[in-house]
């Protein structure tokens, strides 16, 4: 009986253990970022660098939006020359979705400038 109690304890201690290596490792990281001008320049450096991919990302959504019309526009096309009764709605929900898209490419540039 003794023998299960010790392996309870050992267990406790080395789950004690691991718990306040954790929390020594991210103590040691925070007083390691503090001490980086309270990281100011990490900060915006990562801003720089963002800002500096988001115009391509804008102008990557445009021309995936263009991709996406004309592929549209194609299948709304052969489905009005087969005469299917769906067309209407395809037409619909392939005009929102263009419009949809610069949309969002539109206010995600005004957003974050």
């Given at each position: ?61 445009y021309a995936i939006g263009m991709?996406?019309?004309l592929i549209g526009g194609l ?39």
């Amino acid at each position: 009986m003794k023998r299960k109690t010790t392996q309870k304890r050992r267990f406790l201690n080395r789950h004690q253990r691991r718990v306040f290596t954790g929390v020594a490792l991210i103590i040691s990281q925070v007083e390691r970022t503090m001490a980086q001008d309270g990281g100011r320049a990490g900060l915006e450096e990562a801003t720089n660098m963002i800002t500096g991919y988001f115009d391509p990302g804008v102008k990557l959504v445009y021309a995936i939006g263009m991709l996406c019309g004309l592929i549209g526009g194609l299948k709304v096309f052969s489905k009005v020359q087969g005469g299917d009764p769906d067309a209407g709605k395809s037409a619909g929900l392939w005009f929102a979705g263009c419009v949809f898209l610069v949309v969002t490419a539109t206010v995600l540039k005004s957003f974050f400038r």
